[in-house]
């Protein structure tokens, strides 16, 4: 093939560069285009009561199957929808889903909650709590049954801290529930666990995966949980992949479990069987 000489500047960056470059803007434009038209979809991962293996919750994932770009997964999808602001819409769009689902679960007359994943960024936005109180009530979930899972992969900027942390307390006045997720990775979990509601912490995967053969990363998990348990906060382990897992977790006092040992992702229309089963 003959090399095509390039006069215009963007072809000068390395080649791998330009191609992240254009596959961001690529996922950018067609992540607005399936906003809009409501084409991306929700899996539901459990999560068990440790003593009575009852699912207790369920945790809401986005999965978006573009036309043009195929499967795109969140880890890919999150941060380019967090940069460029997509993520507030993302995060409505989930919310209205699993708070439908939620709602369905309590007229069915299932003790079930649903938990959501939101960007510590997503509360930038003052009309924050006003956008999730409308949802639960257009949707008729009720506000104890819905749990926002946050991480925190950025540090809070000091002139936006308080009134985020104000918004969040307001949302737990409610009677909404927090869940500081990927705990023991994150920016500034211990600083989270002081100043925010939160009433579950969920100990990173990268730990439990690493636990059965490091005696180190098992006195860490230990330590997590008598942190959490001296503080009153629930302890749940996510990535649980093995029995073996399962069984160690609960033995150093885990409250809840989630992994693929006990399911995979499932899909709204796999949840009912689930149920009937
Ligand atoms: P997360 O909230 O920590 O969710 C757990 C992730 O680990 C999910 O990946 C789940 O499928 C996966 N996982 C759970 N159990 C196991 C296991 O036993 N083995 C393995 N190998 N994986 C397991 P997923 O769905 O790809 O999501 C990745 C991350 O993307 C999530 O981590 C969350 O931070 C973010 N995310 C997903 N959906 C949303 C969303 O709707 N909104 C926001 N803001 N973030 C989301
Ligand atoms: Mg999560
Ligand atoms: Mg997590
Ligand atoms: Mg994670």
Redesign the pocket.
């Known amino acids: 093939r003959v090399k095509q000489q390039g006069g215009n500047l963007i072809t000068t960056l390395p080649k791998d560069a330009h191609s992240k470059l254009s596959r961001r803007v690529e996922i950018e434009k067609e992540l607005l285009v399936a906003l809009d038209q409501q084409n991306l979809e929700?899996?539901y991962?459990p999560i068990l009561d440790t003593a009575s293996k009852k699912v207790t919750s369920f945790?809401?994932?986005?999965?978006w199957e573009s036309d043009v770009l195929g499967q795109v997964?969140?880890?890919e999808l999150?941060p380019i929808a967090e940069q460029t602001g997509l993520?507030n819409d993302?995060?409505t769009f989930?919310l209205e889903k699993s708070c439908k689902q939620a709602a369905e679960w309590h007229q069915k007359g299932y003790d079930i909650k649903v938990n959501?994943?939101?960007?510590v960024r997503?509360f930038h936005d003052k009309n924050m709590p006003r956008i999730i109180t409308q949802i639960l009530q257009q949707t008729g979930c009720p506000a104890n049954r819905l749990q926002i899972?946050i991480?925190e992969k950025f540090a809070l900027e000091a002139e936006s801290e308080k009134a985020i942390i104000e918004q969040m307390h307001a949302l737990n006045r409610e009677g909404i529930r927090f869940v500081l997720?990927?705990f023991g990775t994150g920016y500034a979990s211990l600083r989270y666990l002081q100043i925010l509601p939160i009433e579950s912490l969920?100990i990173?995967?990268t730990f439990i995966q690493s636990m059965t053969q490091n005696d180190k990363v098992m006195r860490l998990i230990k330590g997590m949980v008598s942190l959490g348990h001296s503080l009153q906060i629930r302890v749940l382990a996510?990535?649980?992949?093995t029995e073996q897992q399962a069984k160690q977790l609960q033995s150093m006092g885990c409250d809840g479990l989630?992994?693929?040992?006990f399911s995979k992702?499932l899909k709204s229309t796999e949840l009912e069987t689930y149920f009937q089963s």
């Not at 959501?116 to 960007?119: A, E, K, T, Y």
């Not at 996510?238 to 992949?241: N, P, V």
Request: glycine share 8%.
């Open positions: 929700v899996v991962l945790e809401a994932l986005v999965r997964s969140p880890e999150i993520i993302l995060g989930v959501v994943n939101l960007s997503e899972e991480t997720d990927d969920k990173d995967r996510e990535g649980i992949e989630q992994g693929f040992h992702p």
